[in-house]
């Protein structure tokens, strides 16, 4: 054999019982598992002690927004210290294919605060297969750091049929994202990604998106939305996409599932009820969530849709005016922006998180309000200076998160664990670096939210099914080799509120198709992620 993990306690994703056994890997996959007592214990030209270590599957990140990062960095340290072997990218509806040269500028500059501008990548690509070629060759034809999905944005394929427009889709434009949907669906996508409050993918109403999922259906793939709300209307929100998918017949996974802002305090059983009452009724739905309270987007994203339409420029352009700019505030803090989820806004409650501009650094770490408070001047008028001098590329964190909704929501049978880690920022939401030793430190061995066994296979098999991922997620034999070791006793996430980027503590190993990636707790320089196409 190429590697014989000895002595492992081995947590094999499926939820059962944990065992002690050797693991023998040869050519980058399972080759035999033999338990303790179970006769000769295999041999091989490598030997690994696991005494007191705990081996489960790779942690597969449901819900990632490294798009960029995955080609822009070759070490991507940030999800291989946590476990982490596979990531679905593409989410929220927005990222960088299918497009063509307009779409791409225009999509750079959307999620710049998502993604940075990208002037430092080079987008030779502008089809899903293209993408995930571009992956594959990555970092001079050696590959990327850890594997990677992709979901094809619905918003992006609104923007590169029809543009920016809040308005119906003619049949012409229909049939163009249809076909859209179906050549990246063909070209290796898992899925349709949307974000119903991103612009321009929230100015899609229903019959157009069921049209759309009807498309991902007929390959397979499943539809990931962002909804409509998460604040005010959010468990309305929660059964149209129900609905929604239930009528196109195609399979649903809800995008860091939570129930946010203050009229959501408790009401975590309301969406638990409503999804159980699905299931019994033969809907196929899964969901993924954080282990954090605080969300976390960009400051523009928090704007009434209308003042979105156009795209970043008609943004900048009403925001420089004056009248308009009098309109926007009046809706976000009145009203209640449907970019802010029908809630009026608490500028207390809004921290910014990164700039695109260094010179706009010392806002960084502040809530709006603060940074008014010592300028002397409304909320308003300092968001709305940050939005024009950062060309709108601030990222935020939103402090409106429910700890007893965080629990209750993990804990059931559905559920799954998505980071929606956004790397970019002087201080990112923690959770991009801390996300899934979070869920084994402090959920599972502290506060016994979920028993250790349980919690690897939310972030294991569960997901890898709803992938239909045939050969990884469980530790069996014949299966990839994508392996995770962690010290029980003492894995814990290293990032914090204010150290966001320190790296998780108790996770000395992790391998993808039997190499390590990282070996004693230090990144190696092995790449060996690839895009993993959709299984026909």
Not at 30 to 37: Q, V
Not at 131 to 158: K, S
Not at 234 to 262: D, I, S
Not at 456 to 477: M, Q, Y
């Amino acid at each position: 054999m190429d590697l014989v993990i000895r002595d492992a306690r081995v947590i094999d994703g499926t939820g059962g019982a944990s065992y002690r056994a050797d693991i023998a890997v040869h050519e980058g996959r399972i080759a035999e598992i033999r338990r303790e007592g179970e006769g000769p214990r295999p041999t091989g030209l490598c030997t690994l002690d696991a005494e007191g270590l705990a081996l489960a599957p790779g942690f597969i990140d449901m819900h990632a927004h490294s798009d960029l990062a995955l080609l822009r960095d070759p070490e991507h340290t940030a999800k291989a210290a946590q476990g982490v072997t596979l990531e679905v990218i593409g989410q929220d509806g927005l990222s960088y294919a299918p497009v063509d040269d307009r779409t791409l500028a225009q999509v750079r500059r959307a999620i710049t605060g998502w993604n940075g501008d990208g002037s430092d990548i080079d987008f030779t690509w502008r089809t899903v297969g293209g993408y995930l070629d571009a992956l594959d060759g990555a970092h001079g034809g050696h590959g990327i750091a850890v594997n990677a999905a992709y979901l094809i944005p619905q918003g992006t394929v609104r923007m590169y049929a029809l543009g920016w427009d809040d308005r119906p889709a003619g049949p012409a434009e229909l049939d163009r994202m249809k076909q859209l949907v179906a050549e990246g669906m063909r070209e290796g996508a898992v899925g349709m990604s949307s974000g119903l409050t991103y612009t321009p993918g929230m100015y899609a109403d229903d019959s157009e998106l069921t049209e759309l999922c009807r498309v991902v259906a007929e390959y397979g793939g499943y539809y990931c939305p962002h909804h409509r709300s998460y604040g005010a209307g959010a468990l309305q929100a929660y059964e149209e996409m129900v609905n929604l998918t239930r009528t196109a017949h195609c399979p649903l996974h809800l995008a860091h599932a939570t129930m946010n802002f203050g009229v959501n305090k408790g009401k975590a059983p309301d969406l638990l009820a409503l999804l159980d009452d699905a299931l019994a009724h033969g809907a196929d739905i899964t969901l993924d969530t954080y282990p954090y309270t605080p969300g976390c987007t960009t400051l523009v994203a928090m704007l009434p849709s209308w003042a979105s339409e156009g795209g970043p420029e008609a943004i900048l352009g009403r925001l420089k005016d004056d009248a308009s700019a009098e309109k926007i505030r009046h809706h976000m803090e009145v009203i209640g922006a449907d970019g802010c989820h029908g809630v009026p806004i608490e500028w207390d409650t809004i921290e910014i998180s990164g700039v695109s501009d260094p010179a706009l650094s010392a806002f960084v770490g502040k809530t709006v309000k603060e940074s008014a408070d010592l300028r002397g001047e409304a909320p308003w008028a300092t968001a709305r200076r940050l939005l024009v001098d950062d060309g709108l590329g601030s990222t935020i964190l939103q402090h409106v998160g429910h700890e007893e909704n965080v629990r209750a929501i993990m804990r059931h049978p559905v559920h799954t664990g998505g980071s929606d880690g956004i790397l970019q920022g002087t201080k990112p939401h923690p959770r991009a670096y801390g996300t899934f030793p979070q869920y084994l430190g402090r959920y599972a061995r502290e506060l016994g939210v979920l028993s250790l066994e349980e919690t690897v296979a939310h972030l294991t098999s569960r997901p890898a099914a709803r992938l239909r991922l045939p050969d990884r997620g469980v530790v069996r034999e014949g299966y990839r080799a994508d392996l995770v070791l962690f010290d029980p006793e003492t894995v814990a996430a290293g990032s914090t509120f204010d150290a966001p980027r320190t790296l998780p503590t108790g996770i000395p190993h992790v391998l993808i198709d039997g190499r390590f990636v990282m070996r004693d707790g230090l990144r190696t320089d092995v790449l060996a992620g690839r895009a993993v196409r959709r299984t026909p």
